[in-house]
T-cell receptor, first 112, second 114 residues
Framework: NAGVTQTPKFQVLKTGQSMTLQCAQDMNHNSMYWYRQDPGMGLRLIYYSASEGTTDKGEVPNGYNVSRLNKREFSLRLESAAPSQTSVYFC???????????FGQGTRLTVV | GDSVTQMEGPVTLSEEAFLTINCTYTATGYPSLFWYVQYPGEGLQLLLKATKADDKGSNKGFEATYRKETTSFHLEKGSVQVSDSAVYFCALSVMNSGYSTLTFGKGTMLLVSP
């Protein structure tokens, strides 16, 4: 029962470096999401993919790109990391017709 | 736009005390309402949900009632345990063409002491 799996769990980047956060779900869900969590800010939506082949911007998309590789996988890319992108990143998925989402364990990213 | 407001924490209680965490919302359409819980170092887990007015969601002794007239979804538990210490998030979602996105409150940390 893996659910939503994110890799890596921890990452330290230098300013200007790039990296891709990976996410995969095994629940046959149509929709996938990337959120970031910052102290006192709750969770904010970065990008989402309502179905395979589509992606849309959320509340805070600047500095990020996403790829919905197939139905299972949804990656988040930071092209040129900035200290403001230090955060905990969560991937989530949900099934068609269902409003609740299932979350991964998170990726704690520090940009120095 | 949609928004969720929940009481700021931390909320500190002694074991067996009564818990209330307030949550109010603003939404277009007819949202579903949720409480998620995050234990230290972990992701978010769905605690309970309600999909229409007057529904009561319940799980693990926690309850919340969807109150459309007051746009509220307050979380309650009659007797908290140390193991309930966590961050609690109120959230809403509105279905749109078969998918939905969650809008979260800022979270309320609960600390329960023995």
């Amino acid at each position: 029962n893996a659910g939503v799996t994110q890799t890596p769990k921890f990452q330290v980047l230098k300013t200007g470096q790039s990296m891709t956060l990976q996410c995969a779900q095994d629940m046959n869900h149509n929709s996938m999401y990337w959120y970031r969590q910052d102290p006192g800010m709750g969770l904010r939506l970065i990008y989402y993919s309502a179905s395979e082949g589509t992606t849309d911007k959320g509340e805070v998309p600047n500095g990020y790109n996403v790829s919905r590789l197939n139905k299972r996988e949804f990656s988040l890319r930071l092209e040129s990391a900035a200290p403001s992108q230090t955060s905990v990143y969560f991937c989530a998925s949900s099934g068609r017709g269902y409003t609740e989402a299932f979350f991964g364990q998170g990726t704690r990213l520090t940009v120095v | 736009g949609d928004s969720v407001t929940q009481m700021e924490g931390p909320v500190t209680l002694s074991e067996e005390a009564f818990l209330t965490i307030n949550c109010t919302y603003t939404a277009t359409g007819y949202p579903s309402l949720f409480w998620y819980v995050q234990y230290p170092g972990e992701g978010l887990q769905l605690l309970l949900k309600a999909t229409k007015a007057d529904d009561k969601g319940s799980n693990k002794g926690f309850e919340a009632t969807y109150r459309k007239e007051t746009t509220s979804f307050h979380l309650e538990k009659g007797s908290v345990q140390v193991s309930d210490s966590a961050v609690y998030f109120c959230a809403l979602s509105v279905m749109n063409s078969g998918y939905s996105t969650l809008t979260f409150g800022k979270g309320t940390m609960l600390l329960v002491s023995p």
